[in-house]
């Protein structure tokens, strides 16, 4: 299938490894020039080396913390006209809400759902002029299957939900589609500490859960990247122009819904 995306720019945001990585790859693969933002100078370049060499497409990278003003401003910089944003960040610690402070929610809730919002103001209305964009948030199966220790995601996550849900619909007829992708359990390093308090509170080996998580599941497995790049590059295609404001769950069959 032609994506249609060859030529394409996108920002792909936290993309230095695991699901970001894995978009990031899947639309170079497409023929889209990524600009790919990460904290750390080293594993972000070494990214970026390594989709240049699988892709042959113009790969940038800024190096930065996307939740900041400064770290935005740097990826627009790079690329201030994107017709793809995939808005990703790393999600906040596991836990007990009678341990959270303010803080810890404000910290949250700039991350996971004040960044995506902030980009998407950045860039849609360029988009609209353009008479294409897409933009595809990272969110996560707790938005539909909440996880008490992971309340922090939860709160955050499901209030950019509800954002999008509105604002899909007013852009849609320009061509402009938002979407969000719910990740399930992946072979992440996001999903190795989010094992680790509860391995160490049983005093088990966190590979010993993780193997014993993936056997227990649906599917039998984990999810792989590669697979939900895959997606992610779908919904960014031109033959997705009429999937708007909606929640696509990548979670192996683990929400039992006849709704999805």
């Known amino acids: 299938m032609d994506t249609g995306l060859k030529g394409k720019k996108a ?7 695991g699901l970001g990585r894995a978009c990031a790859m899947a639309l170079a693969m497409e023929g889209v020039d990524v600009v790919i933002t990460a904290r ?6 070494a990214t970026a080396a390594e989709i240049r060499a699988a892709t042959g497409v113009t790969v940038t990278a800024v190096v930065g913390d996307i939740t900041t003003e400064a770290g ?12 793809i944003l995939v808005n990703n960040a790393g999600g906040p610690p596991p836990g007990d809400f009678r341990d959270w402070e303010r803080d810890d929610w404000i910290r949250a809730l700039d991350a996971n759902m004040l960044t995506p919002i902030f980009l998407i103001r950045s860039v849609v209305d360029g988009m609209i002029a353009r008479k294409f964009g897409r933009i595809v948030n990272i969110t996560s199966g707790s938005v ?4 008490a220790e992971i309340g922090l995601s939860n709160g955050a996550r499901t209030g950019l939900t509800g954002f999008v849900a509105g604002l ?8 402009v589609t938002i979407n969000n992708l719910l990740p399930g359990p992946f072979h992440t390093d996001r999903l190795r500490s989010n094992i680790g308090p ?12 993780l193997i014993e ?46 709704l999805g």
Do not use: W, Y
């Open 198 to 209: 509860a391995a160490k509170a049983a005093n088990r080996d966190p590979d010993e859960m």
């Open 72 to 83: 935005r401003a740097a990826a627009l910089a790079a690329c201030p006209d994107p017709d």
């Open 11 to 17: 920002i792909v945001c936290a993309a230095s490894k």
């Open 144 to 147: 539909k299957a909440p996880i």
């Open 168 to 175: 899909a619909r007013q852009v849609s007829r320009h061509n």
């Open 213 to 258: 998580r993936a056997k227990s599941s649906v599917s039998g497995r984990l999810g792989e990247p590669a697979e939900f790049g895959a997606a992610c590059a779908f919904l960014c295609s031109t033959q997705a122009g009429f999937i708007v404001g909606q929640n696509l769950l990548l979670d192996g069959g683990a929400f039992n819904s006849m």
């Open 40 to 45: 750390t100078e080293a594993v972000l370049q």
